[in-house]
């Protein structure tokens, strides 16, 4: 994916990149690869791969709920900054916690937060389960890019949300995944939107999932790490 294809598929979707914007994507993208050669953030270094698996990805929760309106935005286990630091780049207005449990990561998104000057934006080195426990309905919007299960995603999730807020899920393919009803129902969420789709260029899957809270989450939940594990909901 070129710049321009880029600029393309963004428009495609309803989002029409500033200069600004770009120029923050550039410098973002030259500072990923700097720091990759020290530490690993990510397998995927070619800046066409990025600006697709990365960049573009993470602007795809912009098909499922427009940021326009909202003020609070927690990326969970954000590891280099996606979706987290991508949507803050494009939605200055919401105020954006990235929670991510490796330090090395949290020192590399300060870094990027400091060249580009992003404001309204902090980082948590923290584990998912202790972090909620004690900032329990707090965000408008959670969000996660991650390969654990949705159950257990949910269980991250729920008691950060505030009633009526949502949490975004967004994952490759779900085919071998249908079994979160029960822990939505625990936690007092409810499905509201799912929708699958290609990745252009590559035509990998993707699928995104919008989750409202309808109630407050039990004190129960989060439970501690290896039961959220080990026997997810």
Excluded: W
């Excluded at 770009?22 to 953030?41: A, F, Q």
């Excluded at 789709?197 to 989750?211: A, D, Q």
């Excluded at 407050?216 to 989060?222: D, E, G, H, Q, R």
């Amino acid at each position: 994916m070129t710049i321009n294809d880029f600029i393309i598929e963004l428009n495609k979707i309803g989002i029409n990149p500033t200069e600004k914007q770009l120029e923050d994507l550039n410098k973002y993208y030259e500072l990923l690869i700097e720091y990759n050669r020290v530490m690993n953030l990510t397998g995927i270094t070619e800046k066409n791969q990025v600006y697709l698996k990365h960049f573009y990805d993470s602007l795809t929760i912009f098909k499922i709920i427009d940021l326009s309106n909202y003020e609070s935005f927690c990326d969970m286990g954000t590891g280099a900054g996606f979706p987290g630091l991508v949507i803050k780049i494009f939605y200055p207005n919401l105020h954006v916690t990235l929670i991510d449990s490796l330090n090395k990561r949290i020192n590399f998104l300060n870094e990027v937060i400091k060249k580009l000057k992003l404001d309204n934006i902090e980082t948590i080195h923290a584990r998912l389960e202790d972090y909620g426990k004690n900032n329990r309905e707090k965000y408008d919007i959670v969000t996660s890019r991650a390969v654990a299960q949705t159950n257990i995603l949910l269980e991250y999730a729920a008691p950060m949300l505030k009633v009526n807020g949502s949490f975004i899920c967004m994952k490759g393919s779900m085919d071998n995944e249908n079994d979160y009803q029960n822990a939505a129902n625990k936690l007092s969420m409810k499905e509201e939107k799912k929708i699958e789709f290609l990745l252009p260029y590559e035509n990998s899957k993707r699928t995104i999932i919008l989750f409202k809270k309808i109630g407050a989450t039990n004190k129960l939940f989060p439970r501690k790490n290896s039961d959220i594990i080990n026997k997810p909901l």
